[in-house]
């Protein structure tokens, strides 16, 4: 739909799922299997997975806007992102409040935030090795070495470890070519944009993620009107990836929510 890959499973109340940077809408499968009663709606976005290449100069609420045009079609009035994905989710909250209901904002990523020091340096040596001719594979292992430490809590679950290097591996780095990732990290929430936030939100932290992630989390709760956080312990950035049986519980809580709150 649109150059976007979109893949359904399941039925009931629909739900649109938003991977993090350099993943694709299969890693959601094993907690979809933990969510039975829903309809997964999953999208690659722009230059992951399926998908077409993310064109330059594309901005943080044209994506989101476009997503909102699917997320429309599908009836899908509750979205789940997850890191960069949770950018996204929340820009969709702003540019479509009559279709995002809910929101689940895992390691919840502000547009415009003080990023992590040393995910800044990883994404520089990232562009060095992309330009010096770097395979795929020793781009996604360096992509997931520590630090930062993105990726550090999947050390623990070496069967996701080894399905994330799979997917990473795939990934065509194709933006750090073109600087297609700067209209998108371009874009910045302010204080006045999550005060306008109407969809009930659910934040989920893993009790070790980066401090970055955890005052996001924060700052949420004390912007958006109706919004709780709820950590997943022994978990990392990845919480959703890394404990998804804990997790199913925490996001299932979010998409249940029924009310809305009225528009002040």
Not at 42 to 52: A, W
Not at 74 to 99: H, I, K, N, T, Y
Not at 195 to 202: E, L, M, S
């Amino acid at each position: 739909m649109n150059g976007l890959r979109v893949v359904e499973s399941g039925t009931g109340p629909a739900v649109l799922w938003l991977h993090g940077y350099t993943m694709d809408l299969t890693l959601w499968e094993p907690l979809w299997g933990l969510l039975p009663g829903w309809r997964h709606i999953g999208v690659d976005l722009p230059g992951h997975g399926g998908s077409e290449p993310l064109r330059p100069g594309v901005t943080l609420p044209a994506l989101a806007a476009r997503l909102a045009e699917i997320a429309s079609a599908e009836r899908a009035d509750r979205v789940v992102g997850l890191s960069f994905g949770s950018c996204v989710a929340l820009q969709m909250a702003l540019e479509a409040p009559e279709v995002v209901r809910h929101l689940v904002l895992a390691a919840p990523t502000l547009g415009g935030a003080p990023p992590d020091p040393a995910a800044r340096r990883r994404y520089l040596e990232l562009m060095m090795l992309r330009r010096a001719g770097g395979a795929r594979e020793q781009m996604a292992e360096l992509w997931m070495s520590s630090p930062p430490d993105i990726f550090r809590g999947t050390e623990a679950h070496p069967e996701l470890r080894a399905r994330l290097r799979e997917v990473i591996g795939r990934h065509s780095w194709a933006e750090l070519d073109s600087g297609a990732m700067a209209g998108l990290t371009a874009h910045r929430h302010s204080a006045e944009d999550l005060v306008r936030i109407r969809a009930r939100t659910t934040v989920i932290i893993g009790d070790s993620d980066m401090p970055v992630f955890v005052d996001n989390a924060k700052m949420l709760e004390k912007m958006v009107a109706q919004c709780d956080i709820r950590t997943i312990y022994h978990s990392g950035h990845l919480p959703l990836l890394e404990c998804p049986e804990m997790s199913a519980k925490a996001v299932f809580a979010g998409l249940a929510l029924s009310e809305r709150v009225d528009t002040a």
